[in-house]
């Protein structure tokens, strides 16, 4: 295996199964007010980005089971972590309004 075999059959889908990791953990230890909302079309470049990594892993019938395996591992931790911040986010505007009697917006 070549150096750029390697790089791109390992270490490309570590790196950014890593990345979604990170991420994931951030979503459950950051503080919720410190999420910060995509912006315009952000929100197509990650709505896009996660199609393309699951739908790989999941109809990717071309492709290698690694592969697929990766792009599902990421695509799932990316899932989770949206979710994760959204609710943490929504729980804590909703205590945030409480606090203030509703004037919160």
């Known amino acids: 295996m070549s150096f750029w075999e390697f790089v ?6 570590l790196l ?3 990345g979604a990791a990170v991420i994931a953990v951030g979503a459950f230890t950051d503080p919720p007010e410190e999420f ?18 699951s739908g790989e892993a999941a109809f990717g019938t071309d492709r290698p089971w690694w592969e697929r395996a990766w792009k599902g591992a990421a695509a799932l931790l ?9 609710w ?8 945030a309004r409480g606090a203030d009697g509703g004037a919160a917006g």
Request: include cysteine.
């Open 88 to 95: 943490r986010r929504w729980r804590w505007r909703r205590r």
């Open 16 to 18: 950014l199964v890593g």
């Open 36 to 53: 910060s909302w995509p912006r315009g079309w952000d929100w197509a470049w990650v709505v896009g980005v996660w199609f393309m990594a």
């Open 78 to 86: 990316l899932a989770v972590a949206c979710l994760v911040a959204v």
């Open 8 to 13: 791109t059959d390992v270490g490309v889908p």
